[in-house]
Antibody, heavy 118, light 107 residues
Framework: VQLLESGGGLVQPGGSLRLSCAAS????????MSWVRQAPGKGLEWVSGISGAGGSTYHADSVKGRFTISRDNSKNTLYLQMNSLRGEDTAIYYCAKDYLWGYYTDDWGQGTLVTVSS | EIVMTQSPATLSVSPGERATLSCRAS??????LAWYQQKPGQAPRLLIFGASTRATGIPARFSGSGSGTEFTLTISSLQADDFAVYYCQQYNNWPPTFGGGTKVEIK
């Protein structure tokens, strides 16, 4: 299993960013996926999840209405569209493969850093 | 959402000793509890799922127990490679929630 995140960087408050996660080594469409973030020096926070076919999504209250998770199973790629970014969104964002929809994560990417600052 | 509380925040243990980490849920999560290990600069790694089942490749010195609201991760004889931060996560209710972590450091 390989999960390779990209798209992180420095963005101003109120700005937008789209993260991508290229997956390989497994049948991507068979697995639910999630994004989990970690603010500098802090613990883990689950952000968003999506079912294997993409028909079901769930977002944490902290990002609801601002972030959108999606996937393109033809490209084996997971996305996170982040709008109206705030300072508290600064974190490493991990792409995560879930055992099943609504279950634990059994594989993680190495993460991509998002910094929201003026 | 379900609040997960881990204790202690930091555990100082000598190599070869036993470490016992606790995780408490604000309401029952049945056995839908996972443990992860995270080393500095690395992504988390799954250790335990279903409260007590070791993930693939995890050494037998790691064991999990508990159900409902009280859970324990035990490392029977700490090795140098085990000094890290450990997180519990419930996946019984949406959204999945993590505890704040326990840092296991060298005494």
């Amino acid at each position: 299993v390989q999960l390779l995140e990209s798209g992180g960087g420095l963005v101003q408050p109120g700005g937008s960013l789209r993260l991508s996660c290229a997956a390989s080594g497994f049948t991507f469409s068979n697995y639910a996926m999630s994004w989990v973030r970690q603010a500098p020096g802090k613990g883990l926070e689950w952000v968003s999840g999506i079912s294997g076919a993409g028909g079901s999504t769930y977002h944490a209250d902290s990002v609801k209405g601002r972030f959108t998770i999606s996937r393109d199973n033809s490209k084996n790629t997971l996305y996170l569209q982040m709008n109206s970014l705030r300072g508290e969104d600064t974190a490493i964002y991990y792409c995560a493969k879930d055992y099943l929809w609504g279950y634990y994560t059994d594989d993680w990417g190495q993460g991509t850093l998002v910094t929201v600052s003026s | 959402e379900i609040v997960m509380t881990q204790s202690p925040a930091t555990l100082s243990v000598s190599p070869g000793e036993r470490a016992t980490l606790s995780c408490r849920a604000s309401q029952s999560v049945s056995s839908n509890l996972a443990w992860y290990q995270q080393k500095p600069g690395q992504a988390p790694r799954l250790l335990i799922f279903g409260a007590s089942t070791r993930a693939t490749g995890i050494p037998a010195r790691f064991s999990g127990s508990g159900s409902g609201t009280e859970f324990t991760l035990t490392i029977s004889s700490l090795q140098a490679d085990d000094f890290a931060v450990y997180y519990c996560q419930q996946y019984n209710n949406w959204p999945p929630t993590f505890g704040g972590g326990t840092k296991v450091e060298i005494k």
